[in-house]
T-cell receptor
């Protein structure tokens, strides 16, 4: 399967726990984007990464949220000490990285905080 | 002002009609423009891209771009019930890399 792979598909956490969301980009893609979507709302940009570099994190909350895209392995979006307001669908997308590139989306991770 | 604005709808059209979806953007440096379709509970999928002023047609879909007015539209001809979805307008900005920003989406209902 050469598509964008996200896991887990569903993640349930209690308040105060950590959530780790994983994204493997499409083969040949070196750019990864994370978006958050609340019900009935659009996609909110969070962060844009290349291998080992954060290009733009202007959409990331300043606290508790971090993202990485190591040289080897998937991109990770990490949310520490989750709160109920973090409950949302988190989508990862990948591209080859030029201005004309389409984004290819994974199936998303639905995070539920109890 | 939001970077990408869309009418949230819902937009309801009868089967066979033309659906017209509109989008405006605020950054004149925007370089690429896209329309994505998202079915309920699913991930977005690209249906159209447009990079220069004018019209671009692909099957039943036509994208229109007017950079002077900072306006992008999507026309769906011969609308089908299967077109019922949320349509997301997206714009790519050059911020040192290429960041894609989405509008809130317009919900389209095509009535059989």
């Amino acid at each position: 399967n050469a598509g964008v792979m996200q896991n887990p598909r569903h993640l349930v956490r209690r308040r105060g726990q950590e959530a780790r969301l994983r994204c493997s980009p499409m083969k040949g893609h070196s750019h990864v984007y994370w978006y958050r979507q609340l019900p009935e709302e659009g996609l909110k940009f969070m962060v844009y990464l290349q291998k080992e570099n954060i290009i733009d994190e202007s959409g990331m909350p300043k606290e508790r949220f971090s993202a990485e895209f190591p040289k080897e392995g998937p991109s990770i979006l990490r949310i520490q000490q989750v709160v109920r307001g973090d409950s949302a669908a988190y989508f990862c997308a990948s591209s080859q990285g030029s201005t004309n590139e389409k984004l290819f989306f994974g199936s998303g991770t639905q995070l539920s905080v109890l | 002002q939001k970077e990408v604005e869309q009418n949230s709808g819902p937009l309801s059209v009868p089967e066979g009609a033309i659906a017209s979806l509109n989008c405006t953007y605020s950054d004149r440096g925007s370089q690429s423009f896209f329309w994505y379709r998202q079915y309920s509970g699913k991930s977005p999928e690209l249906i159209m891209s447009i990079y220069s002023n004018g019209d671009k047609e692909d099957g039943r879909f036509t994208a229109q771009l007017n950079k002077a007015s900072q306006y992008v539209s999507l026309l769906i001809r011969d609308s089908q019930p299967s077109d019922s979805a949320t349509y997301l307008c997206a714009v790519t900005l050059n911020t040192g890399g290429f960041k894609t920003i989405f509008g809130a989406g317009t919900r389209l209902f095509v009535k059989a």
